[in-house]
């Protein structure tokens, strides 16, 4: 599957970005989708993931409550809606899928395909 990221930008501290990850092939159902993050000089690391059917749903601590992760099995998409942005948000954002995986996936060898970034700055 191929994965293409879009809807990163410039926003300031507190707006919102909705970021989107397009999947190729008919098999996206099947796979866990998630999105990571990595900031400059610093990990990749976990951000959201959601089950094949949209129904589960994984959140990292430091977005709970202000990101949320949603799919459109029709669309073959998957998207994080970013609301109440920090400076601390800022770094390219990466979506992932992996079969027949599990919505609590979290780490980055557990997924099998990975889009390309998209970056997300926040100023203060």
């Known amino acids: 599957v191929q994965l293409q990221a879009s809807g990163g930008g410039l926003v300031q501290v507190g707006g919102s970005l909705r970021l989107s990850c397009a999947a190729s092939?008919?098999?996206?159902?099947?796979?866990?989708m998630g999105w990571f993050r990595q900031a400059p000089g610093k990990e990749r690391e976990f951000v959201a993931a959601?089950?094949?059917?949209?129904?589960?749903?994984n959140h990292a601590d430091s977005v709970k409550g202000r990101f949320t992760i949603s799919r459109d099995n029709t669309k073959n998409t998957v998207y994080l809606h970013m609301n109440s942005l920090k400076p601390e948000d800022t770094a390219v954002y990466y979506c992932?899928?992996?079969?027949?995986?599990?919505?609590?996936?979290?780490?980055?060898?557990?997924?099998?395909?990975w889009g390309q970034g998209t970056q997300v700055t926040v100023s203060s």
């Open positions: 092939g008919r098999t996206f159902s099947r796979y866990v």
């Open positions: 992932a899928a992996g079969w027949l995986g599990i919505a609590t996936m979290g780490e980055p060898y557990e997924y099998d395909y």
């Open positions: 959601i089950s094949w059917s949209g129904d589960s749903t």
